[in-house]
């Protein structure tokens, strides 16, 4: 196990159930930079879900604050990702947390989950990945972070 999935298990262990619904932070992780150091790692598992909890509770924490080499891990993690589930856990607290969408780039968002469902459909791609890329594509349109008639 790496160092930010041993303080995974140390926070869990202690963590309030309020605090475990909520999910950790980058801090309860072992610090940004610590995350930093693993996030292309940790974006590329079954963590990517959790990756992206803990830099949405970041934001918050630290408003104004910019976590680039974290949030690009996550989107080579949403772009490639390890699964169906994480997908769609990570697009969950991304349609949650405004400012990580925002560092996410929601256009290129927009631009990766329709790559995904037109994958599924010309069956290039796991059809799995297709309903959480469809539900991420609307919720960025509801929104108005993303425009699907012209490509977001």
């Known amino acids: 196990m790496s160092a930010v999935e041993h303080a995974l298990a140390a926070w869990s262990r202690t963590a309030t159930d309020t605090q475990l619904e909520n999910g950790p932070s980058l801090d309860d992780l072992g610090g940004p930079a610590a995350v930093a150091a693993e996030a292309a790692h940790l974006a590329g598992g079954p963590l990517l879900g959790i990756l992206a909890t803990a830099t949405a509770h970041s934001f918050t924490i630290h408003p104004g604050?910019?976590?680039?080499?974290?949030?690009?891990?996550?989107?080579?993690?949403?772009?490639?990702?390890?699964?169906?589930?994480?997908?769609?856990?990570?697009?969950?607290?991304?349609?949650?947390?405004?400012?990580?969408?925002?560092?996410?780039?929601?256009?290129?968002?927009?631009?990766?989950?329709?790559?995904?469902?037109?994958?599924?459909?010309?069956?290039?791609?796991?059809?799995?990945?297709?309903?959480?890329?469809?539900?991420?594509?609307?919720?960025?349109?509801?929104?108005?972070?993303?425009?699907?008639t012209s490509s977001c």
Request: proline fraction near 7%; hydrophobic fraction near 45%.
């Open 65 to 148: 604050r910019t976590f680039t080499p974290i949030t690009q891990a996550l989107q080579h993690g949403l772009a490639h990702p390890h699964s169906a589930w994480t997908l769609a856990e990570a697009l969950d607290t991304l349609c949650n947390h405004a400012a990580l969408l925002q560092a996410m780039e929601p256009k290129h968002l927009g631009r990766l989950l329709a790559g995904h469902a037109e994958a599924a459909l010309r069956a290039q791609a796991s059809p799995h990945l297709a309903r959480p890329a469809l539900a991420g594509l609307l919720h960025l349109a509801i929104t108005g972070r993303c425009n699907p």
